[in-house]
């Protein structure tokens, strides 16, 4: 700035030299921090996405609390009366309910944020915004889409005598927190890599298909440790989903039987919360990690999209 003889003051135009030394920076600041701070963004972008499932429907949010409810009242109806699937477990649907929460929960996850970018190409192309959002958002809508089977199932348990522990809670909480990372780190991932290869979307909704047979939910985990003895069923401990169902079974299935310490040394492993908290910390530094895979690539995104 300059002044004038009657001291009110000037802008002067930077010149070309001056503007050429100056520091470039990105349009949009990127990051998972980024994220958080521009988080009104990500309400808007969860609400919308939220808002647009069941636009246009009739029954519109009770579509959300019918389906889960059927898909109990089938299993219940299918494995404990028609095969008799839970002979010798109480409450086997409570059991296979469980399980079905963390199994939605994470294929939404990671199936929704494999196809985040793609889906938002017209926002991307014209916002200068964190490309990480766009996973984020689908970990929260699939978390949000997860609360109506939460709440049958809180519904179930209460109606069979559960009452909540310090320690069952506890274990939901991490198993939750050990899905949420994990979808979002394979999330940020596939998303990307969606992008420059189609095939990777395919890819993913194959994974989720094996994921309701990989995990403890249809069959509990003393079937494995009976049928292929303790070696596999060590190393069949090591996928984190199972550790993740059975932490939720813990917490919910396990207070519905009429002797929950009897059930929990019978079906379940011993050190639950010490392989879960190891796997929530490995999954912890895969959320980083594949941040920084994502940064890296984030830039040619739009070109290709």
């Keep these: 700035m300059t002044s004038t003889p009657t001291g009110a003051t000037v802008k002067r135009r930077s010149t070309p030299a001056e503007l050429e030394a100056l520091p470039l920076i990105p349009p949009a600041a990127t990051g ?29 949010w009770v579509w959300s609390y019918l389906q889960p409810a059927i898909r109990f009242c089938l ?13 010798g477990m109480e409450n086997f649907a409570v059991h296979l ?16 944020g494999t196809q985040s970018l793609i889906q938002n190409r017209s ?18 809508v699939a978390a949000w889409h997860t609360i ?13 005598g559960w009452v909540p522990d310090v320690v069952g809670v506890a274990a939901a909480l991490l198993g939750f927190t050990l899905t949420a990372l994990l979808g979002l780190a394979l ?7 969606n992008v420059f290869m189609r095939d990777f979307g395919k890819v993913a909704q194959t994974l989720t298909q094996f994921v309701t047979f990989s995990v403890p939910m249809m069959y509990p985990y003393t079937l494995v440790q009976d049928r292929f003895g303790e070696p596999v069923a060590s190393y069949y401990l090591f996928n984190p989903l199972a550790e993740a169902v059975l932490l939720i079974q813990r917490g919910f299935w396990t207070g519905t039987t009429s002797d929950p310490a009897y059930t929990e040394g019978i079906h379940l492993p011993d050190h639950l919360f010490t392989r879960g908290l190891i796997m929530t910390m490995v999954a912890l530094v895969c959320v980083v990690l594949a941040q920084r895979l994502f940064s ?6 739009p070109e290709r999209l």
């Design 32 to 60: 998972l921090a980024e994220v958080v701070r521009r988080r009104y963004l990500l309400r808007m972008l969860v609400g919308n996405t939220i808002q647009s499932r069941y636009q246009g429907t009739v029954l519109g």
């Design 75 to 87: 299993f219940y109806f299918l494995f404990q009366v028609m095969i008799g699937r839970g002979a």
């Design 97 to 112: 309910f469980a399980g079905m929460v963390i199994v939605h929960f994470f294929t939404e996850t990671f199936n929704g």
């Design 123 to 140: 926002l991307i192309t014209k916002l200068p915004v964190p490309l990480e959002m766009f996973p984020v958002s689908r970990m929260l």
């Design 148 to 160: 109506p089977m939460l709440a049958i199932l809180l519904f179930v348990c209460v109606l069979l």
């Design 187 to 193: 999330g940020l991932v596939f998303s990307v890599a």
């Design 296 to 301: 890296r690539l984030e830039s040619r995104v």
